[in-house]
């Protein structure tokens, strides 16, 4: 049963497509318009002739009004094609309610030479009375059908001047098709559609105005008319076709005063004589180069765009050669995907207050441009927008700017200078790689016009995003604040002149071996910790070949993983009294490193921790330790020394934290521990263990003038040897003191 009413449906359905129409009355069919109240005269059948003799009166009046299934609907349209061929139809009478005939309406209707029409009709589709007699009885000249200029007939001579009538809403489509006589029209302040190609290649048309009036203009409309040479649109202009003045030869200026204009595609193409631009469309979108309407017009020089523009749209002056400078105004809000690509000529942009966002590769290619200014409320910057801009000098940017996509500035060498005007809000600009962002090129970063040698992140900056300071090599030293969090990949990149850093971030814990300072700015010598660090980042120094001093501030506790790796030019390391960790590997390869003492504080220290430190001679252990990871000391080959204050059976032991070193190392403990040391795992392995240490407060780094010189002091070398006995007599160096029952190192 199902599938029989599914046959039944579909043979409704192919019924009613064959008949074209919505109902019948009388002899005419008629499909209802949009509104629902009115009605167009339609064809019988979709393949002409739609009626024929036996359906017609060859003397046919059409009715004012028609009434179906008790509604009543107003004929006002004669649709497409509904009497085409209808060869025995000698005279037609309209009622008033007509204002539209459609394409092909009354076409070949051969004997037709009778045709009443009111003066309501607006709008005369193409074809409409060809061949009939009506139209072949009509004098040579302007054709009128009620208020619309329907054809010229016959050939136009050379230089005829066209004025149509007061009152002409529309001409119609393909009205002057090919006038090639017809050198100029005069339209009426009534006009309110030009139809398709109505003076399509009217070679002569020289001079036509465009009347206030004016709302529509057809596709292809003024194609090919090459001794046009100015086309000023008024602001009430609302649609205009696809190619409408294309291959217009002769046009040299083009003002576009239709604000909300809604376009079509390659409008201008092809006029090669164009120089002149005034565009003040509010909005419009171009999808491809193809479609741009100005595509090939290689020889514009001025393009304006006036003070209604909002967006300036994709490729809509691509490759305009002869430009030399561009105002963009204040209401502009975007700049579309290559909007000004390969405008070689270009020296000069002014980017309006209000602008947000540029396209991708909306400048590239731009070689000759020198400056460009960015108005105060830009956000982003399209990938490749600036690429080879090579004689930019000079970049300002906003503190308005969020993001910078991928190669922004790719090959723009010639910037010198990069300027800014907020530090913070640098910091949060999204770069997408190295050269989306100036200083790729730039070098040198300048805050409200100073050049920032001494960088200092300001205190409310969390994250620093990636990239932002890569290749600034005008910077010496940075400061970062206490509020930092994060840091992104590459943010310091190639910034080969910083030397000293200090470190005052709080919370941070985002490096890596493969995102450390080291990858960053790799010469950096000197790194100071604030005094409210309490955790030293892991990786933070990693690979800092060039470290020499590390100031760890009054409150380190903790130091990372790897925060020191490889950190071979560090000859001493004072830790301060407050640290009680050091990390795995946090000093592994730092062959620089001679002498070590761990403060009493420390309480751990980590795997690995001083690995392979081969320079590392002297060790000295505070009485706090609790624990020591596995190979600690794993490969320092020259340690000869180790002093330990701690009670072994209080220190947990890795496994071969003295590998390869206690062969010919001595161990000093105290006496009160010696007997314990002896039978200690791992300690016991120290050919040499002697109980001369004696009771202290507390081991420690202290600077020489931090002594007190009146009290008597005993002076050792570092492998145990006594020496001096007054502060005065020594010389510059790194020596064990007892002073009391205090022992400590000091470095003079």
Request: glycine fraction near 6%; charged fraction near 15%; hydrophobic fraction near 35%.
């Amino acid at each position: 049963m199902r599938r029989h009413i599914i046959t039944i449906a579909l043979v409704a359905i192919t019924s009613l497509q064959a008949l074209a129409y919505d109902f019948m009355e009388g002899e005419l069919c008629y499909n209802v318009n949009p509104d629902g109240k009115s009605v167009s005269v339609t064809s019988r059948f979709p393949d002409a002739p739609s009626y024929n003799s036996e359906d017609l009166p060859s003397d046919l009046v059409i009715p004012n009004n028609v009434i179906h299934n008790d509604e009543t609907y107003t004929v006002t349209t004669i649709g497409r094609s509904a009497f085409l061929g209808c060869s025995y139809l000698r005279s037609v009478t309209m009622p008033s309610s007509v204002s539209t005939i459609e394409d092909n309406a009354f076409m070949n209707c051969g004997s037709l030479a009778y045709i009443s029409m009111p003066e309501t009709i607006v709008s005369v589709g193409w074809n409409a009375f060809i061949n009939t007699q009506w139209f072949n009885s009509q004098p040579t000249g302007m054709v009128y059908v009620g208020r619309v200029a329907y054809k010229y007939k016959g050939t136009a001579p050379t230089g005829t001047r066209i004025d149509l009538r007061e009152g002409t809403v529309m001409v119609s489509p393909y009205a002057f098709y090919s006038c090639g006589g017809v050198s100029q029209v005069v339209l009426p302040n009534t006009l309110e559609t030009i139809g398709q190609e109505a003076f399509h290649n009217c070679k002569a048309l020289a001079s036509i105005n465009f009347p206030q009036s004016l709302s529509t203009i057809g596709e292809k409309s003024f194609a090919y008319c090459s001794k046009l040479s100015t086309v000023e649109l008024p602001k009430t202009v609302l649609t205009i076709g696809n190619r409408a003045f294309e291959y217009c030869t002769g046009i040299t200026k083009v003002v576009l005063d239709c604000t909300d204009a809604q376009i079509g595609n390659c409008l201008f193409q092809g006029c090669d004589k164009l120089s002149s631009v005034v565009w003040n469309i509010q909005s419009y979108f171009i999808s491809s180069i193809s479609d741009s309407p100005f595509q090939d017009c290689p020889r514009v020089s001025s393009f304006v765009f006036g003070e209604n523009v909002t967006m300036i749209p994709n490729y809509i002056c691509y490759n305009m050669r002869n430009i030399t400078s561009i105002v963009i105004p204040n209401t502009v809000i975007s700049i579309g995907k290559e909007s000004f690509n390969k405008c070689k000529g270009l020296t000069n942009v002014e980017l309006g207050n209000s602008l947000q966002s540029i396209g991708e590769l909306a400048f590239s290619d731009c070689q000759n441009m020198e400056s460009i200014t960015f108005g105060s409320s830009l956000s982003s910057i399209g990938s490749f927008a600036f690429m080879q801009c090579s004689k930019l000098g000079k970049i300002t940017l906003p503190k308005s700017l969020q993001s910078v996509g991928y190669s922004a500035f790719y090959e723009c060498a010639g910037i010198k200078e990069v300027h800014i005007e907020d530090l913070a809000s640098w910091c949060g600009i999204h770069f997408e790689n190295d050269e989306a962002n100036p200083l790729y090129y730039g070098y040198y970063l300048y805050l409200n016009d100073a050049n920032i040698v001494d960088l200092v992140i300001p205190d409310a900056v969390e994250t620093i995003n990636d990239h932002a300071f890569c290749h600034c090599v005008g910077i010496k030293s940075v400061t970062f604040p206490a509020s930092l969090v994060t840091m992104g990949t590459n943010a310091f990149k190639s910034c080969s002149q910083v030397r000293t850093v200090t470190w005052n971030a709080r919370n941070f814990s985002n490096f890596t071996r493969n995102n450390s300072l080291y990858l960053n700015m790799p010469n950096i010598t000197i790194i100071k910790f604030g005094n409210e660090v309490e955790k030293i980042p892991d990786y933070i120094c990693c690979q800092l070949s060039k470290l020499t001093t590390i100031d760890f501030g009054e409150s380190a506790s903790a130091i990372g993983v790897s925060a020191f790796l490889q950190c071979d030019h560090l000859t001493e390391i004072k830790l301060p009294g407050s640290m009680t960790s050091i990390g795995e590997n946090s000093f592994t390869f730092c062959t620089g490193l001679t002498t070590m003492t761990i403060p009493n504080s420390v309480k751990s220290i980590g795997n690995k921790a001083f690995t392979e430190c081969s320079g590392l001679t002297s060790v000295t252990l505070g009485n706090g330790l609790k624990s020591i990871g596995y190979e600690a000391f794993y490969t320092c080959k020259r340690l000869t020394r180790v002093d330990s204050y701690s009670d072994p059976a209080e220190v947990a032991m890795g496994s071969n934290v003295f590998s390869s070193i206690t062969k010919d190392g001595s161990l000093h403990v105290l006496p009160t521990h010696y007997e314990a040391y002896k039978t200690a795992d791992q300690w016991r392995e120290f050919r040499v263990i002697i109980d001369d240490l004696k009771e202290t407060e507390g081991v420690e780094i202290v600077r020489f003038n931090e002594l007190d010189s009146s009290l008597p002091v005993e002076i050792y070398d570092l492998g145990g040897r006594r020496l001096y006995e007054h502060l005065n007599d020594i010389p510059a160096g790194t020596y064990i003191i007892r002073q009391g029952h205090k022992i400590a190192k000091i470095v003079k």
